[in-house]
């Protein structure tokens, strides 16, 4: 597996090796060892989430207050555009982003530290995202960004008008986040 750093320190996108043939292919989604070699975290992976959606669906920008989630994200049918957007207040990138496609096809996954909000758009017909948490989800602690704030500024690769859930179109802009130290 290779790591490739992002401009927000923490965020790293992880390509794996990939044996294919005619047959189909094969490869290691996940090594505890690889991944704490190149990530240099130390984690425990507590939640496995699952979660499939139509073309245009937006889900984000989640975070959690308190039990701040760690989430290594990988698509297993169609593709995203994945977005973090750091929270961390005494991070030197707070409040910017970063976006990569994941997909079926290039299996690349990104680890998005806890302390950062997350979200994405489906760029295909459809997409099922999988994610590994550092900490269980907990309604009571969980906010939501704006996804359309401009002073994130996130380059979305809009076609359309996004499908949103009615908490996604609540999510409040940075300036009025709720973040903790």
């Given amino acids: 597996m290779k790591a490739v750093e992002t401009k927000i320190p923490g965020v790293v996108i992880l390509e794996p090796r990939v044996f294919a043939d005619q047959r189909g ?4 989604s996940f090594n505890c060892r690889d991944f704490q070699c190149l990530t240099g975290a130390a984690v425990t992976f507590v939640q496995d989430n699952h979660s ?15 039990q701040p989630q760690g989430k290594l994200v990988r698509v297993a049918v169609g593709s995203v ?7 961390r207040l005494q991070s030197p990138t707070f409040g910017q982003w970063f976006g990569c496609t994941l997909s079926a096809d290039n299996k690349r996954q990104l680890w ?14 459809q997409a099922e995202v999988l994610y590994k948490t550092t900490d269980y989800y907990a309604p009571e602690y969980e906010r ?12 979305w690769p809009l076609t359309g008008e ?3 859930s009615s908490r996604d179109q609540a999510g409040v802009p940075l300036a009025e986040a709720e973040v903790s130290s």
């Fill in 81 to 87: 555009f994945d977005v973090a957007v750091d929270l």
């Fill in 52 to 66: 499939r959606s139509v073309s245009h669906v937006l889900r984000g920008l989640h975070y959690q207050v308190r």
């Fill in 25 to 28: 292919f094969f490869y290691e």
């Fill in 162 to 164: 996004p499908i949103l």
């Fill in 144 to 155: 939501s960004l704006l996804w359309s704030d401009p002073a994130l500024g996130i380059d």
């Fill in 112 to 125: 998005i530290p806890p302390g950062c909000a997350h979200g994405f758009l489906v760029t295909g017909d």
